[in-house]
T-cell receptor
Framework: AQSVTQLGSHVSVSEGALVLLRCNYSSSVPPYLFWYVQYPNQGLQLLLKYTTGATLVKGINGFEAEFKKSETSFHLTKPSAHMSDAAEYFC???????????FGTGTRLQVFP | SQTIHQWPATLVQPVGSPLSLECTVEGTSNPNLYWYRQAAGRGLQLLFYSVGIGQISSEVPQNLSASRPQDRQFILSSKKLLLSDSGFYLCACQEGTDDSPLHFGNGTRLTVT
């Protein structure tokens, strides 16, 4: 069975600081990995995804994530946080042999001026 | 592109009352459809998913049910609501392949009193 662990339910950074949101996955087959962002009282929006190929994936709003198979990780980063980045972020995993997308429990990002 | 319609946006229901949440999709055919529930501080829980009309898979035992009477319609129901059914319900749609991202509706916030 596949699973996702997001370390840290809350992360706080200052505006302009590096953002690092951690995600580790478990999968017995090659995974497809996603990061979603959720603003208050809204649905989720796709930030970026990894399926195959280049392990460093660039997404919207300046975010990127790197797939590291040896570490079973897919951490989300952004070099410089902006106030508008404050939201909840979800990592998710699926694969070729399942119809389900499994989400982590989410990380709430706060950005201070 | 896909558009997911969910209604109502908010709902307050007494314990023991029935529930019907509807989700319809535009801009795609034969999508995979999902119902997720998001409870405060608990991330996203997959409730049901469907790969076609009349095909429903349930992820967790509960007093909720789902139906897919048409290709682009997914309904979440309950005969008798419990307090624990309160939460934010999200419908999601996925085209075709397993590496395709999910597109989410704006959600329904259900409060059971």
């Amino acid at each position: 069975a596949q699973s996702v662990t997001q370390l840290g339910s809350h992360v706080s950074v200052s505006e302009g600081a590096l953002v690092l949101l951690r995600c580790n996955y478990s999968s017995s087959v090659p995974p497809y990995l996603f990061w979603y962002v959720q603003y208050p009282n809204q649905g989720l929006q796709l930030l970026l995804k990894y399926t195959t190929g280049a392990t460093l994936v660039k997404g919207i709003n300046g975010f990127e994530a790197e797939f590291k198979k040896s570490e079973t990780s897919f951490h989300l980063t952004k070099p410089s946080a902006h106030m508008s980045d404050a939201a909840e972020y979800f990592c998710a995993v699926t694969s070729d042999n399942t119809d389900k997308l499994i989400f982590g429990t989410g990380t709430r990002l706060q950005v201070f001026p | 592109s896909q558009t997911i319609h969910q209604w109502p946006a908010t709902l307050v229901q007494p314990v023991g009352s029935p529930l019907s949440l509807e989700c319809t999709v535009e801009g795609t055919s034969n999508p995979n459809l999902y119902w997720y529930r998001q409870a405060a501080g608990r991330g996203l829980q997959l409730l049901f998913y469907s790969v076609g009309i009349g095909q429903i898979s349930s992820e967790v035992p509960q007093n909720l049910s789902a139906s897919r009477p048409q290709d682009r319609q997914f309904i979440l129901s309950s005969k008798k609501l419990l307090l624990s059914d309160s939460g934010f319900y999200l419908c999601a749609c996925q085209e075709g392949t397993d590496d395709s991202p999910l597109h989410f509706g704006n959600g329904t916030r259900l409060t059971v009193t």
